[in-house]
């Protein structure tokens, strides 16, 4: 049958003109919640391409002081701060096309169906890949004793000097964070407290009013705009949020807490069902993305089999903890 065979030189192409469509469509399909809970940059121009970036967070140079009418302005310290490495993970899978397939009769057919189907699975199963991982920040950044896997920054070049926890020194959800500035602590993590309306609304006050300090103490803005929750809360959580009364109050109060935060049910949350935090869309946390899969093809003679490649970029790193929260989960 004309066209059933494919050459050696046109494999590469044929696997980028069968693979890339069905990658694209099956990864744009798959809803993502990451993006919805952070900052999402590429991975190139940074520290280091496709490996890490370190970059600095400032103690809060930019407010502005009282003069007198023709003093000098005074200036901050932009050299001065706290560093937050981030390592970019590498992810990738491969299949092996042995050279006999591609010299059969039937060749086109047999890969152009292998093909469509590790890339459908590779486009599918990158998001999730991506989710889960911030999810664990979430999740293990509870732990007095961290977690390596989720908060070791470190990459070439570069080790990061808390290897289990964010940049201070702390989890990144602690109840004693410590500041630069005064010797006040603050706390962004209460181990028991249920996710109720007036439980949301003592946590919300701590993130306003007391954690609303910068590095130095003074004062900044600290919103938080999402109520985040495993799929076991969701209904809890959209009653406290999107009812015009308070909910399961017979005095019909107005329910002040309505529309004040977005709801995100990640089915990611899988280590507590009734942990929550209250945190920010594009504040707090930062996600390194290289985007959709990547297909090379390449020949190992070796094995005499084409190698089909699939990999990505991925990290996320704790740019600061104010704008998170996180309530009743253990800290072990």
């Known amino acids: 049958m004309a066209g059933a065979t494919i050459t050696p030189s046109e494999l590469p192409g044929f696997v980028a003109e069968t693979g890339y469509p069905v990658l694209a469509e099956a990864y744009d399909r798959q809803p993502t919640y990451y993006p919805l809970m952070s900052t999402v940059q590429g991975v190139t121009g940074l520290t280091a ?11 809060g140079m930019q407010r502005h002081v ?21 390592k970019i993970k590498k992810y990738g899978r491969r299949m092996e096309i042995p050279k006999e397939m591609v010299a059969s009769g039937n060749g086109r057919s047999e890969i152009g169906n292998l093909i469509a189907k590790s890339s459908a699975d590779w486009g599918e199963l990158a998001p999730v890949i991506k989710d889960e991982f911030f999810a664990g920040v979430l999740q293990k950044g509870t732990l007095t004793a961290g977690s390596s896997l989720y908060f070791d920054g470190s990459f070439v070049g570069n080790a990061d000097p808390n290897t289990t926890v964010i940049f201070n020194g702390l989890p990144f959800f602690d109840t004693a964070h410590t500041i630069t500035g005064p010797t006040t602590t603050f706390a962004n993590h209460t181990a028991s407290r249920t ?3 007036a439980n949301l609304d003592a946590t919300l006050t701590t993130m306003r009013v007391t954690n609303a300090k910068d590095e130095r103490g003074e004062r900044i803005i600290n919103n938080p705009d999402l109520l985040v929750v495993p799929v076991d809360l969701e209904g809890t959580a959209r009653r406290i949020i999107e009812s015009e009364l308070v909910p399961e109050n017979a005095l019909n109060g107005i329910n002040h807490l309505r529309g004040r935060l977005a709801v995100v049910a990640s089915p990611y949350l899988t280590d507590d069902s009734d942990a929550w935090w209250v945190g920010h869309s594009t504040r707090g946390l930062q996600c390194f993305d290289s985007g959709m899969p990547v297909l090379e093809t390449e020949y190992d003679a070796r094995t005499q089999c084409w190698i089909v490649t699939s990999t990505f970029y991925f990290g996320v790193g704790v740019r600061d903890w104010r704008p998170w929260y996180c309530c009743n989960k253990a800290a072990s």
């Open 195 to 197: 996710l109720t309306q």
């Open 66 to 86: 009282p003069m007198e009418i023709g003093e000098e302005i005074s200036a901050g310290n932009a050299f001065e701060g706290y560093t937050v490495y981030t």
């Open 49 to 59: 391409d496709f490996q890490g970036h370190r970059q600095l967070v400032n103690p």
